[in-house]
DNA sequence: TACGCAACGAGACGGTTCGGTTCGTAAGTG
DNA sequence: CACTTACGAACCGAACCGTCTCGTTGCGTA
């Protein structure tokens, strides 16, 4: 990953020219959005974001590497897409916050799950971006969780059944499980039913 | 989805003319499993899959209504993929049995994986395709675990922290998730933590 | 103010890939 | 032998990618 700002020291902003259009950029977020919500993701091509963006091909490819990587920063602008991490003082109350939150952001912007789906999709088709993927995107998510457990941990109130890397497991196994396999909303129901599984112990 | 044999009331066998070939529809779901399986599923076109398993593409589109049936198919044969439900006659017995099955059985056939994540992206850009595999593949799994977590239930051993459908999002999630999200392999140290999740009572 | 430079929208281009159909042949059935 | 259906191969058109070339536009600098 040496592209991009990892050019020496000062990134240089531009000289000369033509700046980039903050427009353009804008645009055609909106359109890969739009278009994958509205026409599923096996419709979101190059050429059909750039011609529904008002846009020429050359600008999407001079800002981007590759599909997934707009759907990724269309995803990560969408909302303040950063959940913060939870301080409750108690792991009930932090997995619950965390779980409210989540749940909350999906329910709240609809294009949401339609981009996750999208994105987990271009990962398994393109390795290379996959690997993008998990790096910038999900260990961050899960990372919000095992935060959380290793400090319950810490104040020894984490069950005994419990351990931080089963719970992240859980939490995003089940989250991404019903937005790919089970048509099935985030609703209280669900974050009742994980909070006390996690929170329960012997 | 009334194709195939929703002929009437009886499946006529074939009455006459050329059968169709057995060998080339093994060919078929070999040649599908070996290129997801070495190239990954963005190289598995019906093109190629006629061309590995030296075929007219004609004789697929004869056999199968679409990609992913192929797979499907391919994955039903890869093992006798059905995971008897266990009955050790406690929740805990039944539920460690169930993980180390599906364990066992993806570590023994490699290509099952690849086959799996195959066929989750092919639900996603294919909706009509996504509702069989929902139908037919991903609810019997589930409902092998909510069978369980009934029965244990009403034996009186099932915590008061779980219910039947949470023990199957928890499940299946944490697989799917690991199939698809993290390269991280399904060995004992992740049953022992799942079962013990699911197993431990206030 | 005038000039130069880079980005812009639009679209042409060559190339590839793919889905779906057509064609003449092969293999069974009666 | 006549008939029927499946077979492999070849063909066709559409879609798309990534590049390139226009003439144009906007910003910094001379």
Same mark, same amino acid.
């Given at each position: 990953?040496?592209?991009?700002?990892?050019?020496?020291?000062?990134?240089?902003?531009?000289?000369?020219?033509?700046?980039?259009?903050?427009?353009?950029?804008?645009?055609?977020?909106?359109?890969?959005?739009?278009?994958?919500?509205?026409?599923?993701?096996?419709?979101?091509?190059?050429?059909?974001?750039?011609?529904?963006?008002?846009?020429?091909?050359?600008?999407?490819?001079?800002?981007?590497?590759?599909?997934?990587?707009?759907?990724?920063?269309?995803?990560?602008?969408?909302?303040?897409?950063?959940?913060?991490?939870?301080?409750?003082?108690?792991?009930?109350?932090?997995?619950?916050?965390?779980?409210?939150?989540?749940?909350?952001?999906?329910?709240?912007?609809?294009?949401?799950?339609?981009?996750? +789906?999208? *994105?987990? /999709?271009? @990962?398994?088709? %393109?390795?290379?971006?996959? !690997?993008?993927?998990? =790096?910038?995107?999900?260990?961050?998510?899960?990372?919000?969780?095992?935060?959380?457990?290793?400090?319950?941990?810490?104040?020894?109130?984490?069950?005994?059944?419990?351990?931080?890397?089963?719970?992240?497991?859980?939490?995003?196994?089940?989250?991404?499980? +019903?937005? *790919?396999? /089970?048509? @099935?909303?985030? %609703?209280?129901?669900?974050? !009742?039913?994980?909070? =006390?599984?996690?929170?329960?112990?012997?």
């Amino acid at each position: 990953m040496t592209t991009g700002t990892a050019d020496g020291a000062a990134p240089p902003p531009r000289r000369t020219g033509r700046p980039r259009s903050q427009d353009s950029r804008d645009a055609i977020l909106l359109a890969a959005t739009e278009i994958v919500a509205e026409q599923g993701y096996a419709a979101a091509s190059i050429e059909k974001i750039a011609q529904r963006a008002g846009v020429g091909k050359q600008t999407i490819y001079r800002g981007w590497p590759s599909k997934g990587d707009i759907l990724l920063e269309a995803l990560t602008r969408k909302a303040d897409l950063y959940i913060p991490i939870p301080d409750e003082g108690n792991w009930p109350a932090d997995i619950r916050r965390l779980l409210d939150d989540s749940f909350a952001l999906v329910r709240r912007a609809p294009q949401i799950p339609d981009l996750l +789906r999208a *994105l987990m /999709v271009e @990962a398994q088709l %393109d390795p290379v971006f996959g !690997d993008r993927f998990r =790096t910038n995107f999900l260990q961050h998510r899960r990372a919000a969780v095992t935060t959380l457990a290793d400090r319950a941990a810490q104040r020894g109130d984490l069950p005994a059944s419990v351990n931080a890397d089963v719970a992240a497991d859980v939490i995003y196994g089940v989250i991404w499980y +019903r937005l *790919l396999a /089970v048509p @099935a909303p985030f %609703d209280d129901r669900l974050a !009742d039913d994980l909070a =006390t599984l996690l929170t329960t112990g012997p």
